[in-house]
């Protein structure tokens, strides 16, 4: 097959596509692993980088497409209400309904406490071993798979910083108002994606961490979660 023969049936499969899916399978593949696969075969451009569930949960009149929403910055982003149907907003955080949970550096949570002004990003619990089994041991892979960057846990050397583990119970989450991320988070980085998945495709959602938290001790204040050291 030509190049230019290529060419066109990539042309063709775009322009089949609704604008919020050709939008947010760019941010997929921009900011995820996905951007390193051989982007000259079709397959790779049709956008099955993106969640079925938030293909088809875009809101099809909504003004705001994706590039439109991150393009506002913070402060400014839409609440997800404005884009996302409430069916699919539903749905997703039905997915935490067996907990939530997040790993943070152990120093920052010692010297910060467990939120960023207020808020945290989790993750469905469910999903925890299987993030945990594809990290395989690797600090900066696992990094990379919470959105994080691969250096996030790992010291100026590479190695292994010590990690804490967070687990949140569902009438935790139900106190904190788990609610879909809507970027203007201070914990929201250049790869947060609109729609409540990662990068790498795993399920996130936002948590307002306990007002009567303590920096240093997470276990203090009334914090909401089960804090305990964690070892890839």
Do not use: C
């Not at 910083?161 to 201070?186: H, K």
């Not at 990068?199 to 305990?228: C, F, N, Q, R």
């Amino acid at each position: 097959m030509k190049m230019g023969d290529v060419t066109r049936q990539v042309q063709n499969a775009w322009d089949g596509m609704p604008v919020h899916v050709r939008q947010l399978s760019d941010m997929f593949r921009k900011h995820g692993q996905k951007q390193n696969r051989n982007t000259s075969r079709v397959d790779d451009l049709d956008a099955t980088n993106v969640p079925d569930a938030l293909r088809d949960g875009w809101k099809k009149d909504s003004w705001h497409t994706p590039d439109r929403v991150v393009g506002s910055g913070k402060p400014n982003r839409p609440y997800p209400a404005e884009y996302l149907d409430a069916d699919y907003i539903q749905q997703h955080l039905q997915r935490f309904e067996g907990g939530a949970t997040r790993f943070y550096r152990t120093e920052s949570l010692n010297e910060y406490g467990p939120g960023n002004q207020g808020t945290t990003f989790v993750f469905p619990t469910s999903e925890i071993d299987n993030i945990i089994t594809q990290a395989d041991g690797d600090p900066k892979k696992l990094g990379v798979m919470l959105g994080l960057g691969e250096n996030f846990f790992v010291d100026g050397n590479g190695n292994a910083v010590d990690i804490t583990r967070a687990d949140f119970s569902y009438d935790e989450i139900v106190n904190g108002n788990l609610r879909m991320p809507r970027g203007n988070e201070a914990g929201a980085n250049e790869a947060w994606i609109p729609g409540g998945y990662l990068p790498e495709g795993i399920p996130e959602a936002v948590l307002s961490t306990h007002p009567d938290a303590v920096k240093g001790d997470p276990s203090a204040g009334g914090t909401w979660g089960s804090y305990t050291p964690f070892g890839l």
